[in-house]
């Protein structure tokens, strides 16, 4: 069994709408990461949290370490929110990041 | 805003030849990572550095494959005889030294696509 799992694996939405998606994982850890994939490949660090929320433009992230999960939300979507969106673990053993399989976010206009 | 840079962008070589991937991490970030990437899958942790030696590797990470810093500004990812299966996406990623992991964000670069003939 994977020690991260996305759901859901793909998003289909329209310009506008609230987007969630979520992170559950099953090991201790120091920190979560949400990261977004472009088409290219590239890799962008959106956040890492460690506890609470955090907020950045329409990106607002939160963890509940208690529950050992984390969710992603994007208000007022766009479509050059298309990407994919992962969810990766650092684990209190060690610094390397423990990846999920990503969320495919596709918005139509 | 400093960045993590990495050459080439895309590599093609030849199945039994040696590549080496280049990073060049933020300048003063002092734990650097390589991750890849096979196409259609999640990304995989490689190998962890700092104080120029191997903190972590993976299962991946075996005799073939070697990093190094070689001056105060590269870190570099060799595979000494590729295979098919090497064919992926390579990450370089580096991050600060923090008291506490959970300080430690990783920045990433690029990535190399190297596809193995």
């Known amino acids: 069994k994977n020690e991260v799992e996305q759901s859901p694996q793909n998003l289909t939405a329209q310009e506008g709408e609230f987007i969630t998606i979520n992170c559950s994982y099953s090991?201790?850890?120091?920190?979560l990461h949400w990261l977004q994939q472009h088409p290219g490949g590239g890799i962008v660090s959106l956040f890492m949290?460690?506890?609470g929320k955090k907020k950045h433009g329409r990106l607002i992230a939160t963890i509940n370490i208690q529950e050992k999960h984390s969710s992603l939300h994007i208000t007022a979507s766009h479509p050059r929110d298309s990407a994919v969106y992962i969810c990766?673990?650092?684990?209190?053993?060690?610094?390397?990041?423990?990846f999920g399989e990503g969320t495919q976010l596709t918005v139509n206009p | 805003e400093p960045e993590v840079t990495q050459t080439p962008s895309h590599q093609v070589t030849q199945m039994g030849q040696e590549v080496i991937l280049r990073c060049v991490p933020i300048?003063?970030?002092?734990?650097f990572y390589w991750y890849r990437q096979i196409l259609g899958q999640k990304v995989e942790f490689l190998v962890s550095?700092?104080?120029?030696?191997?903190?972590?590797k993976s299962e991946i990470f075996d005799d073939q494959f070697s990093v190094e810093r070689p001056d105060g500004s590269n870190f570099t990812l060799k595979i000494r005889s590729t295979k098919l299966e090497d064919s992926a996406m390579y990450f370089c990623?580096?991050?600060?030294?923090?008291?506490?992991?959970?300080?430690?964000?990783?920045?990433f670069g690029p990535g190399t696509r190297l596809t193995v003939l």
């Open positions: 090991v201790g850890i120091s920190a």
């Open positions: 550095f700092y104080n120029n030696e191997i903190s972590e």
């Open positions: 300048s003063n970030h002092l734990y």
């Open positions: 990766a673990v650092m684990k209190t053993s060690g610094s390397r990041l423990t």
């Open positions: 990623a580096s991050s600060t030294l923090e008291t506490s992991f959970a300080y430690n964000e990783q920045f």
């Open positions: 949290l460690s506890s």
